[in-house]
């Protein structure tokens, strides 16, 4: 019989022997296998390579990849662990046999394991694998992140390990960018976006303008000449001016990185409101003979307020702490569902010769979103990621600001063309669904 001091020893040593999960952030690149379906053969070199490494029962059953071909049409799919940002089968394990290490990749401790598969129906890519005869679990560990012996064998260099990207360029030069143009608007040319005159010349906003036509009756060509002069930059580049120029943007960058996020009403969340803020705007200034939505546009409001004239009163004080505080249920609200510059501009946008395009092929899907994750506007649809499928971008909602370029690890995210058709890794368009592929590795 044991005593209570043999029976607490006990407990404590069982307690060490289960893993402990990762406490903190992941690596911010952890590495990464790449598979690339239009290299690959089918020749299951990577499974051999895989099971060899452990020699007493290595038979490519056992293997930590599988691959899927399909003879009719000669398309294969590598079946294996992504290393989950949030690994789903972690969550499931009952006896806690799954950790996440501080180097990114996801474990399974054999000594705790029961085989029960839990975690291969939990994962999205039913990346752990049971072997049909014995039931045993294998999943890949990423030979422990150094040259994965799959990646060595590949002759045709289907699989590469790779981290992703170093840094991200574009950060660097985006806020720098931003900063600049909130001094120049804000600080020395008081007022420019809204209304600027020299002489003869005024430039207005684009809102503005309509506005300013519907109040007046009257079209002012150089009111005319400049809002196109941003329209037509609009059409070129996309709504650079949203993610790169724009003073307000630039402050709501700043307050969303501060504030948590609790989410907006349903009702809220409706992109066409910001077109109904516009045509309200207009048709108010067509009403009224004057421009009223000018006086509490938060932009306007921001370019005016310094300097010794630039005091705000009424309602223009009020403007910011309350679309500031939608930072707290979305990031970049303002500019997602009510900004009437914005709507302009998106019009614009709509027919622009340049998108965003995600190549799903090229990238890790579920086990990633990072693009998602990092897109101010919430326009990247992580259910057309999920199914493996490259997401259409709504470049009228899109505002430039490129963190999805420069923050894939994997070059999923470019800019391409308009008229160009494929994205990056879509040279081979697949005629069979990802979810067949999951349906024969479960069954």
């Known amino acids: 019989m044991l005593d209570t001091q043999d029976r607490s020893e006990m407990a404590v040593t069982m307690a060490e022997l289960h893993p402990q999960p990762l406490k903190g952030k992941s690596p911010r690149r952890p590495p990464v296998i790449l598979f690339d379906p239009t290299r690959c053969t089918g020749c299951g070199e990577c499974e051999t390579a895989c099971a060899n490494r452990r020699p007493l029962d290595g038979t490519p059953a056992i293997a930590a990849i599988r691959v899927l071909k399909r003879e009719q049409d000669g398309e294969n799919f590598a079946i294996y662990c992504q290393h989950c940002r949030e690994p789903l089968c972690i969550a499931v394990c009952p006896v806690h046999a799954i950790t996440k290490g501080d180097d990114g990749i996801v474990r399974i401790d054999r000594r705790l394991c029961t085989d029960c598969g839990l975690c291969a129906l939990a994962c999205p890519e039913s990346a752990p694998l049971k072997d049909p005869e014995t039931g045993r679990i294998a999943k890949c560990d990423l030979c422990d992140g150094e040259d994965p012996a799959c990646v060595k064998q590949c002759p045709e260099k289907a699989l590469i390990l790779t981290r992703g990207k170093r840094f991200g360029w574009i950060k660097l030069l985006r806020w720098p960018v931003q900063a600049l143009a909130f001094f120049l608007l804000v600080m020395v040319f008081i007022g420019t976006f809204c209304y600027f005159r020299a002489g003869s010349v005024s430039l207005e906003c684009p809102a503005g303008f309509l506005q300013h036509l519907a109040a007046s009756k009257t079209l002012w060509l150089t009111g005319l000449g400049s809002a196109a002069v941003l329209m037509g930059l609009t059409l070129l580049l996309g709504r650079f001016f949203c993610g790169w120029i724009c003073p307000f943007g630039f402050l709501l960058d700043l307050v969303g990185k501060i504030t948590p996020k609790f989410g907006l009403p349903r009702f809220i969340k409706n992109r066409m409101i910001k077109y109904g803020v516009l045509a309200g705007a207009v048709g108010t200034s067509a009403g009224l003979g004057f421009q009223p939505f000018c006086t509490v546009c938060p932009i306007g409001s921001l370019c005016r307020s310094y300097g010794p004239n630039g005091l705000l009163t009424g309602a223009q004080m009020a403007i910011f702490p309350a679309v500031a505080a939608l930072e707290v249920g979305e990031r970049r609200s303002w500019c997602r569902y009510f900004c009437p510059v914005g709507a302009v501009l998106a ?24 693009c998602a994750d990092i897109c101010p506007t919430g326009i990247i649809d992580r259910e057309a990621l999920r199914e493996g ?24 995210a470019k800019i391409r063309f308009r008229w160009q058709k494929t994205a990056p890794g879509d040279k081979v368009i697949s005629k069979v669904p990802h979810q067949t592929f999951e349906k024969e590795v479960q069954s």
């Open 389 to 412: 499928i490259s997401p259409k971008i709504p470049m009228a909602e899109c505002i430039m600001c490129l963190r999805c370029v420069d923050q894939c690890p994997y070059g999923a």
């Open 347 to 370: 019009l614009a946008a709509r027919i622009g010769l340049i998108k965003i395009v995600i190549g799903a092929r090229q990238c890790k899907k579920f086990s990633c979103m990072r």
